[in-house]
């Protein structure tokens, strides 16, 4: 899969932090039920790379990947278990050659100019603005959109359903991410139907103005 693949599964690309595994079909299933079918699983848990491997091993419905790739150990972990695609919130050299030499989607995080230049040097058009609303938001991507007009983005960190089509609305933009969808206190309870509303609330909220 290409990035540019994995950033038109869906509108919105749910980052996620588990805790326990045993959570990760449970969830998986309630995305599935509210309408996305991409999840981005963080390497920030001990719990992640179990994670994607349950998700890739049994349901083969859902794109599953990596988040919180900071390096090329991270990336080959990740791919080990299942991963289909790597996010990482930053870019490296290690990180691009890493994804060429393996064949495997980068989506690398960017938030200044330069970044977007290496990225676009390295031929990586599609990358994640992270923290993307202290990043500039908006406005730090229309401004990108001149100089940059063949690169695409997923606005992460700080996006919600307030201001999630605000970044849709964008042309350079395909998708966006972010943790709102998932939150800790419903995994915690097991509360995967409150996970399956958020979604059904977000994509029947897509092109509607910001509340
Ligand atoms: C993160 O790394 O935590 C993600 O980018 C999500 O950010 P958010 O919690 O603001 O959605």
Known sequence: ???????EISP???VIALD?????????????????????ITLRTQAGLKSIEAIAKS??????????????????NALNHGSQFVFSPGISQELM????????????GVATASEVMLAQNNGFTYCKLFPATVAGGVDALKAFSGPFSSMY????????????NDFLALKNVVCVGGSWIVPNEAIKEKNFKSIT???????SSLGSESP
Do not use: Q, W, Y
């Open 1 to 7: 899969m290409t990035a540019k693949e994995v950033m």
């Open 20 to 40: 326990n595994v045993s959570d990760a079909l449970p969830l998986a299933e309630a995305l599935l039920e509210g309408g996305i079918s991409l999840m981005e």
């Open 153 to 164: 983005f997923c606005p992460t960190g700080g996006v919600k359903l307030s201001n999630l």
């Open 12 to 14: 919105i690309v749910p």
């Open 59 to 76: 349901m083969p419905e859902m794109h599953v990947g990596a988040g919180t790739v900071v390096n090329a150990e991270g990336f080959i």
């Open 97 to 108: 050659s890493t994804s060429k030499e393996l064949g495997v989607a980068l989506i690398p």
């Open 197 to 203: 509303r958020l979604c059904k609330e977000a994509l």
